[in-house]
């Protein structure tokens, strides 16, 4: 059975202080993997794909990674504006049902 | 371009009522999903439906679910009778069909509580 795994299950960061949310997956024949931002009473709301191993994506501060058995969703000097939760999400083989983690609730103090 | 929306954005109900929740997807997706979150665990696949067709209904926890999408725009799910153990954040998601696009765009959620 395809797992998601996500940590920390929870980040608090002061203003500018940069650090790395981590997405660790068990599956057979990866295809793709999904980051997501989910605010508070929101759904969640599509960051990046990634594809293979080696891959890299940008957004203003944040910087998703990806191996074959992980990826990193790197926040650059966050404002307070990046908390959010994170949610990391797999497709695997055949399947276009993302297989999704628990989230990581970053919350980043001025 | 409007976004998924859903509605209610909140329904408390007692055990044994029934309750209808409605996504409308972004015009012209064709692929509708429906997913739950409980509280404390992650989101989870409930069905799929393709234009008017449910593609795959595997994720419906028990026949107290029923889900439907006439014509092929809006879509329901219906809780009949609800429990307890239903309560949670129902999201619904809509995407092209298109083979090489796989992102799926969320709607804000229904939260449901059963009491």
């Known amino acids: 059975e395809d797992q998601v795994t996500q940590s920390p299950e929870a980040l608090r960061l002061q203003e500018g202080e940069s650090s790395s949310l981590n997405c660790s997956y068990t599956?057979?024949?990866?295809?793709?993997l999904f980051w997501y931002r989910q605010d508070p009473g929101k759904g969640p709301e599509f960051l990046f794909t990634?594809?293979?191993a080696g891959e890299e994506k940008e957004k203003e501060r944040l910087k998703a990674t990806l191996t074959k058995k992980e990826s990193f969703l790197h926040i650059t000097a966050p404002k307070p504006e990046d908390s959010a939760t994170y949610l990391c999400a797999v497709l695997t083989g055949g399947s276009y049902i993302p297989t999704f983690g628990r989230g990581t609730s970053l919350i980043v103090h001025p | 371009e409007a976004g998924v929306t859903q509605f209610p954005s909140h329904s408390v109900i007692e055990k044994g009522q029934t309750v209808t929740l409605r996504c409308d997807p972004i015009?012209?997706?064709?692929?509708l999903y429906w997913y739950r979150r409980v509280m404390g665990k992650e989101i989870k696949f409930l069905l799929h439906f393709v234009k008017e067709s449910k593609q795959d209904e595997s994720g419906m926890p028990n026949n107290r679910f029923l889900a439907e999408r006439t014509g092929g725009t809006y879509s329901t799910l219906k809780v009949q009778p609800a429990e307890l153990e239903d309560s949670g954040v129902y999201f619904c998601a809509s995407s092209p069909l298109v083979s090489s696009q796989e992102t799926q765009y969320f709607g804000p959620g229904t939260r449901l509580l059963v009491l």
């Open positions: 990634l594809y293979s």
């Open positions: 599956v057979s024949g990866l295809r793709g």
């Open positions: 015009s012209g997706h064709d692929n």
